[in-house]
């Protein structure tokens, strides 16, 4: 099955830091999704991006397909940013599925 | 207005036992899935389900069964309950029939086995 690697594994910054977190897959994928999952455990849907380029506010996700990669762009940090980051695919095919990484733990300190 | 509802949020019980997890979306979605994320946090997919018919399962021990009554409903039942199911049970829903669709997650409900 596909692989799904996310780097880096965990990441500390201070409010106001620019971060960039990468997730990497092994096959070509029908789609690719970023969530949150904050400190309570709620999982959020970032974005829906399987090519192309996307902003929500300070958020910004970029996927290259072809070299099976996306980019998680975070800007001037907040502490309510903390949490981890799960990158998700399914694989070209139709697996029906989506398969995630281990996530990146974000911390943002005041 | 709760999107995807799961209950409960908390369960503590014992090796043996049998227990259930309800879940329930309001966005008139097509597709549901059971998720379990273990204490790694990692996620995995253990079923999905399309207007009440199983697309998928994945290898999950026939002590789980899910159901679902409508396509609003997908409940998991979870017999002779044993240590290595503690996790965190994630229902979600999609719009989309066939293929993978933007996915909504209920809150989660943490499974402790003792």
């Known amino acids: 099955g596909i692989q799904v690697e996310q780097s880096p594994p965990d990441l500390i910054l201070q409010e106001g830091a620019n971060s960039t977190l990468r997730c990497n897959f092994s096959?070509?994928?029908?789609?690719l999704q970023w969530f949150h999952q904050n400190p309570w455990g709620q999982l959020i849907n970032l974005f829906y991006?399987?090519?192309g380029t996307k902003q929500n506010g300070r958020l910004s996700a970029t996927t290259v397909a072809t070299e099976r990669y996306s980019l998680l762009y975070i800007s001037s940090s907040q502490t309510t940013d903390s949490g981890v980051y799960f990158c998700a695919v399914e694989q070209q095919g139709g697996s029906e599925k989506l398969v995630f990484g281990k996530g990146t733990k974000l911390t943002v300190n005041p | 207005d709760t999107a995807v509802s799961q209950t409960p949020k908390y369960l503590v019980t014992q090796m043996g036992n049998d227990k259930s997890i309800k879940c329930e979306q309001n966005?008139?979605?097509?597709?549901m899935y059971w998720y379990k994320q273990d204490s790694k946090k990692f996620l995995k997919i253990m079923f999905s389900y399309n207007n009440k018919e199983l697309i998928i399962n994945e290898t999950v021990p026939n002590r789980f069964s899910p159901k679902s009554p409508d396509k609003a409903h997908l409940n998991l039942h979870i017999n002779s309950l044993e240590l290595g199911d503690s996790a965190v049970y994630f229902c979600a829903s999609s719009p989309r029939t066939g293929g993978v669709d933007e996915q909504y997650f209920g809150p989660g409900t943490r499974l402790t086995v003792t």
């Open positions: 991006i399987p090519s």
């Open positions: 096959d070509s994928v029908n789609n």
């Open positions: 966005l008139g979605h097509d597709t």
